[in-house]
């Protein structure tokens, strides 16, 4: 029988350990803001609270990979035999109702890295206030009826979000392709700002484009970071309405006097209402 050298069976032996995928060590250490503490971090930025858990994500392509710590920016998160490769990392602040209300968009730098096989790495990241973010549900009706859109005398609805009496963001929707329920306004720059928004102008048009009603929505107090807001806007022909909904994620905040709280009851206008002007801002 022919003998096989030995440096070919060697060989053979690496190659197969080579197929075997590769893991390594990620350590992520993180600073919320300017390095406040974790009981603080939501002060200004329309939060109750504090800071309770802090989330790490990595993905890539199918891969997903979470790690959750209490908030303690002392503490790195470590995720241990991550398989090698380029990642997507997100590292998100969560407050006491499970809301991501900070996190690391700000810095896209921060949030590409890559895991070596066979190596322990560390990764810094600062958070900074989520946006908040605009849900709208529209209904447009003719004779209390619905109706195809050819005989719809509204088409066009546009918000603006405003701080104050300065707008953040505008966005337009268009009824006859807008899908049932609620909408998110699409916000890639992180515009709104939750701690300040606390009005959105609704601008109500016919299919020419032309301004049929007008009105603002206000929001008091202001949702906070990374808080969801939601408002419907129903048209019946020409006379509109809009409401807000709710936000999703709110504190609760007890009212000594029975009311309602103001973070969660509706508040409606209708109209023409002079108490916004979207003058100046561009469509997203």
Do not use: W
Request: charge should be negative; charged fraction near 20%.
């Amino acid at each position: 029988m022919r003998s096989i050298p030995a440096c070919i069976v060697l060989l053979g032996l690496l190659s197969a350990c080579g197929d075997d995928e590769q893991t390594g060590n990620a350590s992520i250490s993180y600073r919320l803001g300017t390095g406040v503490a974790c009981d603080a971090a939501l002060l200004g930025i329309g939060g109750l609270g504090s800071v309770e858990l802090v989330r790490a994500t990595l993905t890539r392509g199918d891969t997903m990979i979470v790690r959750e710590e209490p908030c303690n920016p002392d503490v790195s998160i470590s995720i241990d035999a991550a398989p090698a490769g380029n990642y997507d990392l997100i590292v998100q602040g969560l407050d006491g109702v499970g809301t991501a209300v900070m996190d690391n968009a700000k810095h896209p730098e921060s949030q590409q890295i890559e895991i070596i096989g066979g190596s322990s790495q560390s990764f810094d990241s600062t958070l900074f206030p989520a946006p908040a973010v605009v849900e709208a549900r529209l209904e447009a009706l003719v004779d209390g009826q619905f109706a195809q859109c050819d005989f719809l005398s509204v088409q066009f609805i546009e918000l603006t979000m405003f701080r104050n009496s300065t707008p953040m963001l505008t966005y337009e929707f268009d009824v006859c392709t807008t899908a049932p329920g609620y909408n998110p306004v699409p916000d890639e720059m992180g515009a709104i700002e939750g701690a300040e928004l606390n009005q959105i102008f609704v601008s109500v048009k016919d299919p020419a484009g032309s301004e049929v009603d007008s009105f603002s929505i206000e929001i008091n107090p202001p949702p906070g970071a990374g808080k969801t807001v939601q408002i419907s806007v129903s048209c019946d022909n020409t006379d509109c309405e809009g409401v807000l909904d709710g936000i999703e994620g709110a504190n609760p905040t007890p009212d000594p006097t029975g009311g309602e709280d103001p973070t969660t009851g509706p508040a409606s206008t209708s109209g023409d209402d002079s108490g916004g002007t979207a003058d100046g801002t561009t469509g997203g």
